[in-house]
Antibody, heavy 122, light 107 residues
Framework: QITLKESGPTLVKPTQTLTLTCTVSGFSLSTTGVGVGWSRQPPGKALEWLALIYWDDDKRYSPSLKSRLTITKDTSKNQVVLTMTNMDPVDTATYYC??????????????WGQGTLVTVSS | DIQMTQSPSTLSASVGDRVTITCRASQSISSWLAWYQQKPGKAPKLLIYKASSLESGVPSRFSGSGSGTEFTLTISSLQPDDFATYYCQQYNGYPWTFGQGTKVEIK
């Protein structure tokens, strides 16, 4: 059974760096074809894809946020970490991590974590 | 970036209705499209992948079709549990992009 759970601060101040952790179970981050990605959703708005990392450490980022994002994984801890620098109130959102499945040569999200709401305010 | 445009933004329907949601891509994405259902305060749930493949455990009243730039999600007979917001997402190329969502409301 694949599960993912996000953790991190619920409140950050403007200009601070956000660090979110996705702890996974039911699969290994080192298994060929596996990946984990992050998306976010501001209150009442649509989903926005942020970044992902694959089993071979290949990483992809949203071009609009690339300069602020870093994604890493710790296979021994079953964790994927996303950091976002220079936080702003517009970054207030629910942040989700999701499992990436490999099918027919392509990759997509199948299982999602419950999400964690991050508010940016002084 | 590939832009994904859904229509309508909101849809009012009754239980038992046939419902169709459209998603258009700004360039061809072949069949590399997924549909998700999201209920308030909950994470998205995968319904359809590769444009028309039904995810395991998803009721057969959900179906997807299309390729290239135009796609549809159809609910053949709307059930009370189906009132939610639906998102399409392309995974043909990076960055992955989502549509703006279609909210299915009770009429």
């Amino acid at each position: 059974q694949i599960t993912l759970k996000e953790s991190g601060p619920t409140l950050v101040k403007p200009t601070q760096t956000l660090t979110l952790t996705c702890t996974v179970s039911g699969f290994s981050l080192s298994t060929t074809g596996v990946g984990v990605g992050w998306s976010r959703q501001p209150p009442g708005k649509a989903l926005e894809w942020l970044a992902l990392i694959y089993w071979d450490d290949d990483k992809r980022y949203s071009p609009s946020l690339k300069s602020r994002l870093t994604i890493t994984k710790d296979t021994s801890k079953n964790q994927v970490v996303l950091t976002m620098t220079n936080m702003d109130p517009v970054d207030t959102a629910t942040y989700y991590c999701a499992h990436i499945v490999h099918s027919s040569g392509w990759y997509y999200f199948d299982y999602w974590g419950q999400g964690t709401l991050v508010t940016v305010s002084s | 970036d590939i832009q994904m445009t859904q229509s309508p933004s909101t849809l009012s329907a009754s239980v038992g209705d046939r419902v169709t949601i459209t998603c258009r891509a700004s360039q061809s994405i072949s069949s590399w499209l997924a549909w998700y259902q999201q209920k308030p305060g909950k994470a998205p749930k995968l319904l359809i992948y590769k444009a028309s493949s039904l995810e395991s455990g998803v009721p057969s009243r959900f179906s997807g079709s299309g390729s290239g730039t135009e796609f549809t999600l159809t609910i053949s007979s709307l059930q009370p549990d189906d009132f939610a917001t639906y998102y399409c997402q392309q995974y043909n190329g990076y960055p992955w992009t989502f549509g703006q969502g279609t909210k299915v409301e009770i009429k």
